[in-house]
Protein backbone atom coordinates (compact mmCIF):
# COMPACT_ATOMS: atom_id res chain seq x y z
CA UNK A 1 0.00 0.00 0.00
CA UNK A 2 1.99 2.86 -1.38
CA UNK A 3 1.23 5.89 1.05
CA UNK A 4 2.29 9.63 0.25
CA UNK A 5 3.37 12.40 3.06
CA UNK A 6 1.23 15.50 2.47
CA UNK A 7 3.57 17.09 4.59
CA UNK A 8 4.91 20.55 2.99
CA UNK A 9 2.06 20.58 0.49
CA UNK A 10 0.31 23.48 -1.13
CA UNK A 11 -3.49 22.01 -0.91
CA UNK A 12 -6.80 24.16 -1.67
CA UNK A 13 -10.00 23.43 0.10
CA UNK A 14 -13.15 24.87 -1.49
CA UNK A 15 -15.55 24.92 0.83
CA UNK A 16 -12.98 25.10 3.71
CA UNK A 17 -14.87 27.40 6.25
CA UNK A 18 -17.61 24.65 6.24
CA UNK A 19 -18.49 22.04 8.60
CA UNK A 20 -16.29 19.16 7.06
CA UNK A 21 -13.90 21.35 5.21
CA UNK A 22 -12.65 23.50 8.43
CA UNK A 23 -12.08 20.23 10.40
CA UNK A 24 -10.47 19.06 7.06
CA UNK A 25 -7.95 22.47 6.99
CA UNK A 26 -7.22 22.03 10.68
CA UNK A 27 -5.86 18.74 10.52
CA UNK A 28 -4.27 19.39 7.22
CA UNK A 29 -2.37 22.19 8.89
CA UNK A 30 -1.37 19.99 11.91
CA UNK A 31 0.20 17.33 9.15
CA UNK A 32 2.12 19.95 7.78
CA UNK A 33 0.42 21.02 5.26
CA UNK A 34 -0.10 24.12 3.40
CA UNK A 35 -3.40 25.21 3.07
CA UNK A 36 -5.39 27.48 1.54
CA UNK A 37 -9.31 27.46 2.04
CA UNK A 38 -12.03 29.17 -0.41
CA UNK A 39 -15.01 29.90 1.04
CA UNK A 40 -17.63 32.81 -0.44
CA UNK A 41 -19.28 32.52 2.92
CA UNK A 42 -22.88 32.34 1.51
CA UNK A 43 -25.50 32.72 4.57
CA UNK A 44 -27.41 29.64 5.88
CA UNK A 45 -24.34 27.13 4.41
CA UNK A 46 -22.49 26.61 7.40
CA UNK A 47 -19.44 28.76 6.50
CA UNK A 48 -17.60 30.74 9.61
CA UNK A 49 -14.33 32.09 10.45
CA UNK A 50 -15.24 31.00 13.44
CA UNK A 51 -14.71 27.67 12.59
CA UNK A 52 -11.29 28.33 11.44
CA UNK A 53 -10.08 30.17 14.49
CA UNK A 54 -7.61 27.34 15.82
CA UNK A 55 -5.46 27.68 12.68
CA UNK A 56 -6.01 31.45 11.41
CA UNK A 57 -2.76 32.54 11.27
CA UNK A 58 -1.52 29.57 9.27
CA UNK A 59 -3.83 29.13 6.12
CA UNK A 60 -4.69 31.37 3.94
CA UNK A 61 -8.71 32.29 2.98
CA UNK A 62 -9.71 33.12 -0.43
CA UNK A 63 -13.48 34.52 0.00
CA UNK A 64 -13.90 33.88 -4.01
CA UNK A 65 -16.72 32.20 -5.44
CA UNK A 66 -16.20 28.58 -7.36
CA UNK A 67 -18.01 29.70 -10.29
CA UNK A 68 -15.52 32.68 -10.82
CA UNK A 69 -13.64 31.16 -13.53
CA UNK A 70 -10.59 33.81 -13.26
CA UNK A 71 -10.20 33.06 -9.28
CA UNK A 72 -10.38 29.80 -9.60
CA UNK A 73 -7.63 29.52 -12.42
CA UNK A 74 -5.34 31.75 -9.73
CA UNK A 75 -6.29 29.29 -7.01
CA UNK A 76 -5.57 25.83 -8.60
CA UNK A 77 -2.21 26.82 -10.18
CA UNK A 78 0.49 25.37 -8.05
CA UNK A 79 -1.42 23.02 -6.11
CA UNK A 80 -0.19 19.35 -4.79
CA UNK A 81 -4.16 18.45 -3.67
CA UNK A 82 -7.55 19.95 -4.05
CA UNK A 83 -10.33 19.28 -1.46
CA UNK A 84 -13.66 19.61 -3.26
CA UNK A 85 -16.28 20.55 -0.51
CA UNK A 86 -18.07 23.80 -2.00
CA UNK A 87 -21.55 23.21 -2.77
CA UNK A 88 -25.60 23.84 -2.04
CA UNK A 89 -26.25 22.30 0.90
CA UNK A 90 -29.50 23.01 1.78
CA UNK A 91 -32.49 20.39 1.21
CA UNK A 92 -35.36 22.35 1.26
CA UNK A 93 -33.62 24.77 -0.97
CA UNK A 94 -33.01 21.88 -3.15
CA UNK A 95 -36.91 21.24 -3.26
CA UNK A 96 -37.98 25.09 -3.46
CA UNK A 97 -35.13 25.89 -5.93
CA UNK A 98 -33.03 23.36 -7.99
CA UNK A 99 -31.52 25.63 -10.32
CA UNK A 100 -28.89 26.85 -7.39
CA UNK A 101 -28.29 23.41 -6.62
CA UNK A 102 -27.28 22.77 -10.59
CA UNK A 103 -25.70 25.89 -10.46
CA UNK A 104 -22.98 25.62 -7.81
CA UNK A 105 -22.98 21.75 -7.51
CA UNK A 106 -22.38 20.79 -11.21
CA UNK A 107 -21.70 24.35 -13.22
CA UNK A 108 -19.39 25.00 -9.87
CA UNK A 109 -17.61 21.73 -10.50
CA UNK A 110 -16.89 21.98 -14.25
CA UNK A 111 -15.48 25.45 -13.47
CA UNK A 112 -12.83 23.74 -11.26
CA UNK A 113 -12.37 21.21 -13.49
CA UNK A 114 -11.49 22.91 -16.84
CA UNK A 115 -9.06 25.40 -14.66
CA UNK A 116 -7.16 22.41 -12.88
CA UNK A 117 -7.13 21.04 -16.71
CA UNK A 118 -5.51 23.74 -18.50
CA UNK A 119 -3.94 25.47 -15.47
CA UNK A 120 -2.45 22.64 -13.29
CA UNK A 121 -3.40 19.02 -14.63
CA UNK A 122 -1.15 17.79 -12.48
CA UNK A 123 -2.81 17.75 -9.22
CA UNK A 124 -4.88 15.24 -7.16
CA UNK A 125 -8.86 16.00 -6.86
CA UNK A 126 -10.49 14.87 -3.49
CA UNK A 127 -14.31 14.88 -3.86
CA UNK A 128 -16.66 14.46 -1.41
CA UNK A 129 -20.43 13.79 -2.53
CA UNK A 130 -23.10 11.65 -0.39
CA UNK A 131 -24.69 8.65 0.20
CA UNK A 132 -27.98 9.81 -1.04
CA UNK A 133 -26.63 9.13 -4.24
CA UNK A 134 -27.55 5.90 -4.06
CA UNK A 135 -31.41 6.42 -3.17
CA UNK A 136 -33.37 3.47 -1.79
CA UNK A 137 -31.05 0.68 -0.80
CA UNK A 138 -31.57 -2.92 -2.52
CA UNK A 139 -29.69 -4.55 0.08
CA UNK A 140 -27.93 -3.67 2.93
CA UNK A 141 -24.72 -2.80 3.48
CA UNK A 142 -24.55 -0.61 0.41
CA UNK A 143 -21.10 -1.43 -1.58
CA UNK A 144 -19.94 1.30 -4.22
CA UNK A 145 -21.61 -0.94 -7.66
CA UNK A 146 -25.21 -0.85 -6.13
CA UNK A 147 -27.23 1.01 -8.02
CA UNK A 148 -27.50 4.85 -7.67
CA UNK A 149 -31.45 6.19 -7.56
CA UNK A 150 -31.31 10.10 -5.58
CA UNK A 151 -34.06 11.12 -4.40
CA UNK A 152 -33.52 14.67 -4.52
CA UNK A 153 -32.31 17.35 -6.77
CA UNK A 154 -29.39 17.93 -3.88
CA UNK A 155 -28.39 14.03 -4.43
CA UNK A 156 -28.62 14.21 -8.40
CA UNK A 157 -26.43 17.17 -8.70
CA UNK A 158 -23.85 15.54 -6.58
CA UNK A 159 -23.86 12.49 -8.51
CA UNK A 160 -23.99 14.00 -11.64
CA UNK A 161 -20.53 16.42 -10.24
CA UNK A 162 -18.79 12.61 -9.56
CA UNK A 163 -19.80 11.60 -13.31
CA UNK A 164 -18.08 14.48 -14.62
CA UNK A 165 -15.19 14.41 -12.41
CA UNK A 166 -14.80 10.67 -13.36
CA UNK A 167 -14.65 11.53 -17.35
CA UNK A 168 -11.96 14.24 -16.35
CA UNK A 169 -10.16 11.49 -14.63
CA UNK A 170 -10.34 8.91 -17.28
CA UNK A 171 -10.08 11.18 -20.38
CA UNK A 172 -8.56 14.20 -19.20
CA UNK A 173 -5.91 12.43 -17.10
CA UNK A 174 -7.04 14.76 -13.62
CA UNK A 175 -6.28 11.98 -11.04
CA UNK A 176 -9.86 12.11 -9.18
CA UNK A 177 -11.33 10.49 -5.67
CA UNK A 178 -14.90 10.54 -5.59
CA UNK A 179 -15.91 9.97 -2.25
CA UNK A 180 -19.36 8.77 -0.69
CA UNK A 181 -20.04 10.65 2.69
CA UNK A 182 -22.70 9.43 4.91
CA UNK A 183 -24.49 11.07 7.91
CA UNK A 184 -21.50 13.25 9.43
CA UNK A 185 -21.81 14.82 12.42
CA UNK A 186 -19.99 16.83 14.98
CA UNK A 187 -18.00 20.11 15.83
CA UNK A 188 -18.27 23.50 13.67
CA UNK A 189 -21.43 22.39 11.50
CA UNK A 190 -24.04 25.14 11.48
CA UNK A 191 -26.90 24.73 13.76
CA UNK A 192 -29.44 27.60 12.62
CA UNK A 193 -31.20 25.37 10.72
CA UNK A 194 -32.35 21.75 9.94
CA UNK A 195 -32.56 21.98 6.66
CA UNK A 196 -29.45 19.65 6.81
CA UNK A 197 -27.06 17.89 9.43
CA UNK A 198 -29.90 16.44 11.65
CA UNK A 199 -27.84 14.81 14.22
CA UNK A 200 -26.71 18.14 14.78
CA UNK A 201 -29.94 19.59 15.18
CA UNK A 202 -30.94 17.02 17.81
CA UNK A 203 -28.23 18.18 19.22
CA UNK A 204 -29.12 21.99 19.45
CA UNK A 205 -32.80 20.96 21.00
CA UNK A 206 -31.46 18.90 23.09
CA UNK A 207 -29.57 21.38 24.34
CA UNK A 208 -32.22 23.85 24.57
CA UNK A 209 -33.99 21.47 26.40
CA UNK A 210 -36.83 20.99 24.04
CA UNK A 211 -38.69 18.14 22.13
CA UNK A 212 -36.97 16.31 19.34
CA UNK A 213 -39.00 14.84 16.51
CA UNK A 214 -38.42 11.24 15.03
CA UNK A 215 -40.55 10.60 12.12
CA UNK A 216 -42.43 7.45 11.37
CA UNK A 217 -41.17 4.92 14.14
CA UNK A 218 -37.91 5.85 14.98
CA UNK A 219 -36.58 2.33 13.68
CA UNK A 220 -35.13 3.87 10.77
CA UNK A 221 -31.29 2.87 10.45
CA UNK A 222 -28.39 4.85 9.66
CA UNK A 223 -24.40 4.72 9.94
CA UNK A 224 -23.69 7.67 12.02
CA UNK A 225 -20.47 9.07 11.34
CA UNK A 226 -18.03 11.40 13.66
CA UNK A 227 -16.39 14.20 11.64
CA UNK A 228 -13.03 13.42 12.82
CA UNK A 229 -13.03 10.02 11.53
CA UNK A 230 -14.56 11.71 7.97
CA UNK A 231 -11.69 13.64 7.74
CA UNK A 232 -9.41 10.56 8.21
CA UNK A 233 -10.74 9.23 5.72
CA UNK A 234 -10.45 12.08 3.41
CA UNK A 235 -6.76 12.10 4.27
CA UNK A 236 -6.06 8.38 4.35
CA UNK A 237 -7.86 8.38 0.91
CA UNK A 238 -5.11 11.74 -0.88
CA UNK A 239 -2.52 10.03 0.86
CA UNK A 240 -3.20 6.45 -0.98
CA UNK A 241 -2.02 6.15 -4.53
CA UNK A 242 -4.47 3.24 -4.92
CA UNK A 243 -7.26 4.56 -4.25
CA UNK A 244 -7.00 7.66 -7.20
CA UNK A 245 -10.06 6.69 -10.12
CA UNK A 246 -12.24 5.26 -7.79
CA UNK A 247 -15.55 6.13 -5.64
CA UNK A 248 -15.28 4.70 -2.85
CA UNK A 249 -18.26 5.18 0.31
CA UNK A 250 -16.82 6.33 3.85
CA UNK A 251 -19.26 5.65 6.78
CA UNK A 252 -19.82 3.23 9.90
CA UNK A 253 -20.49 -0.41 9.62
CA UNK A 254 -22.77 -0.63 12.43
CA UNK A 255 -25.51 1.38 11.83
CA UNK A 256 -28.52 2.45 14.59
CA UNK A 257 -31.65 3.44 14.66
CA UNK A 258 -32.93 7.22 14.62
CA UNK A 259 -34.74 6.00 18.51
CA UNK A 260 -31.16 4.96 19.34
CA UNK A 261 -29.59 8.08 18.62
CA UNK A 262 -32.13 10.39 20.15
CA UNK A 263 -32.17 8.34 23.33
CA UNK A 264 -28.23 8.48 23.68
CA UNK A 265 -28.34 12.51 22.59
CA UNK A 266 -30.85 13.17 25.47
CA UNK A 267 -29.01 10.84 27.98
CA UNK A 268 -25.58 12.37 27.44
CA UNK A 269 -27.12 15.96 27.16
CA UNK A 270 -29.07 15.28 30.71
CA UNK A 271 -31.65 17.85 28.79
CA UNK A 272 -33.98 17.04 26.02
CA UNK A 273 -37.14 14.79 24.94
CA UNK A 274 -38.53 13.38 22.05
CA UNK A 275 -41.53 12.34 20.66
CA UNK A 276 -42.30 10.13 17.61
CA UNK A 277 -43.53 12.41 14.38
CA UNK A 278 -45.55 12.03 11.37
CA UNK A 279 -43.13 12.21 8.15
CA UNK A 280 -44.12 15.46 6.11
CA UNK A 281 -44.95 14.72 2.59
CA UNK A 282 -41.92 16.42 1.68
CA UNK A 283 -39.81 14.04 3.47
CA UNK A 284 -41.80 10.97 3.30
CA UNK A 285 -40.88 11.75 -0.97
CA UNK A 286 -37.56 11.87 -0.23
CA UNK A 287 -36.86 9.04 2.54
CA UNK A 288 -34.96 6.21 1.43
CA UNK A 289 -35.27 3.85 4.22
CA UNK A 290 -32.64 2.01 5.81
CA UNK A 291 -28.81 2.47 5.37
CA UNK A 292 -25.55 1.36 6.24
CA UNK A 293 -22.32 1.14 4.79
CA UNK A 294 -20.44 -1.45 2.83
CA UNK A 295 -16.98 0.20 3.81
CA UNK A 296 -14.59 -2.95 2.88
CA UNK A 297 -13.12 -1.17 -0.13
CA UNK A 298 -11.43 1.86 1.93
CA UNK A 299 -10.47 -0.35 4.45
CA UNK A 300 -9.16 -2.80 1.53
CA UNK A 301 -7.51 0.42 -0.74
CA UNK A 302 -5.96 2.68 2.56
CA UNK A 303 -6.83 0.72 5.78
CA UNK A 304 -8.98 3.36 7.06
CA UNK A 305 -11.40 2.73 9.63
CA UNK A 306 -13.77 4.47 12.07
CA UNK A 307 -12.33 5.28 15.64
CA UNK A 308 -15.04 7.06 17.37
CA UNK A 309 -18.00 5.31 18.88
CA UNK A 310 -21.48 7.28 18.82
CA UNK A 311 -22.00 7.94 22.16
CA UNK A 312 -18.41 9.33 22.86
CA UNK A 313 -18.92 11.33 19.12
CA UNK A 314 -21.95 12.89 20.68
CA UNK A 315 -20.50 13.63 24.04
CA UNK A 316 -17.92 15.23 22.20
CA UNK A 317 -20.38 17.45 20.44
CA UNK A 318 -22.53 18.33 22.77
CA UNK A 319 -19.61 19.34 24.64
CA UNK A 320 -17.99 22.45 21.32
CA UNK A 321 -21.67 23.35 21.37
CA UNK A 322 -22.05 24.09 24.81
CA UNK A 323 -18.61 25.68 25.19
CA UNK A 324 -19.00 27.85 22.13
CA UNK A 325 -22.69 28.26 21.63
CA UNK A 326 -22.33 32.23 20.80
CA UNK A 327 -20.63 31.66 17.90
CA UNK A 328 -23.37 29.01 16.05
CA UNK A 329 -26.81 30.15 17.77
Not at 6 to 33: D, E, Q
Not at 64 to 89: N, P
Not at 286 to 291: D, Q, R, V, Y
Request: charged share 25%; proline share 5%; aromatic share 10%.
Amino acid sequence: MKRMSLRGRSVLITGGAGFIGSNLAIALVRKGAKVTVLDNLTPHQGGSLFNLKPVEDKIEIDFSDIRDEASIKRLVRGKDYIFHLARQTDHILSITNPFTDIDVNVRGTAILLEAIRYVNPETRFIYTGTRGQYGKAVKLPVGEDAPTNPRGIYEITNLTAEKIIGIYNDVHGIKSICLRLTNVYGPRSQMKHDHYGVVNWFIRLAIEDKVIPVFGDGMLKRDFLYVDDAVGAIIACAACDNCYGEIINVGDPKPETFRKLVETIVSIAKSGSWELAPFTSERKAMEPGNFASDISKIRRLSGWNPKTPLRHGLSKTIDYYRKFRKHYW
